[in-house]
T-cell receptor, first 113, second 113 residues
Framework: DQQVKQNSPSLSVQEGRISILNCDYT??????FLWYKKYPAEGPTFLIS?????DKNEDGRFTVFLNKSAKHLSLHIVPSQPGDSAVYFC????????????FGKGTSLLVTP | EAQVTQNPRYLITVTGKKLTVTCSQN?????MSWYRQDPGLGLRQIYY???????DKGDVPEGYKVSRKEKRNFPLILESPSPNQTSLYFC????????????FGPGTRLTVL
């Protein structure tokens, strides 16, 4: 059963606007969350992470928000650029039970000029 | 250059013919893992290793074996490949574990006929 869900398979945003990618999880024991970005024919690359002790983490144009009560996190990209067009994977882990990492199915973001 | 390498990048084989996909990292990372990516299913973890001689199952370990005899290498072994193992495979490594950035290899596209 999918424990990390990205319910939007795709998203299209105009250049300069905000992109918001959403992720929901079902396992309340997850305490570390990551976002990865993947271009075609390449491996995923780490983008940003957040621990459950925080509700926000920011890195340049990228901000991740965590709502533990709703078991929801989101990735905001502001402003969006055409080079941001990629597949974005949300991932979660339960750090006390080992090192397994659970990924969502990914959201394909297209930023149009 | 810090990197994770995988070989081969592409492989077409037949059912039942044992194969090994190699993974090597030059960053002295302790943690390594294998994922498979399938359409509509995202990235799923197959096996991971916290250090030399320490491995554990991920979400989808059936039909796969791994070994970690030295820190830099983490081969994925398919003793008797079947068509449902046709997939895109990624190896990843990080210094300590999930709290650190995982670096992914470029991927191995495997087709089992």
């Amino acid at each position: 059963d999918q424990q990390v869900k990205q319910n939007s398979p795709s998203l299209s945003v105009q250049e300069g606007r905000i992109s918001i990618l959403n992720c929901d999880y079902t396992n309340s024991m997850f305490d570390y969350f990551l976002w990865y970005k993947k271009y075609p024919a390449e491996g995923p690359t780490f983008l940003i992470s957040i621990s459950s002790i925080k509700d926000k983490n920011e890195d340049g144009r990228f901000t991740v928000f965590l709502n533990k009560s709703a078991k929801h996190l989101s990735l905001h990209i502001v402003p969006s650029q055409p080079g941001d067009s990629a597949v974005y994977f949300c991932a979660a882990s339960e750090s006390n039970s080992g090192y397994a990492l659970n990924f969502g199915k990914g959201t394909s973001l297209l930023v149009t000029p | 250059e810090a990197q994770v390498t995988q070989n081969p990048r592409y492989l077409i084989t037949v059912t039942g013919k044992k194969l090994t996909v190699t993974c090597s990292q030059n960053m002295n990372h302790e943690y390594m893992s294998w994922y498979r990516q399938d359409p509509g299913l995202g990235l799923r973890q197959i096996y991971y290793s916290m250090n030399v001689e320490v491995t554990d199952k991920g979400d989808v370990p059936e039909g796969y074996k791994v070994s970690r005899k030295e820190k830099r290498n983490f081969p994925l072994i398919l003793e008797s490949p079947s068509p449902n193992q046709t997939s895109l495979y990624f190896c990843a490594s990080s210094f300590k574990g999930l709290a650190d950035t995982q670096y992914f290899g470029p991927g191995t596209r495997l087709t089992v006929l």
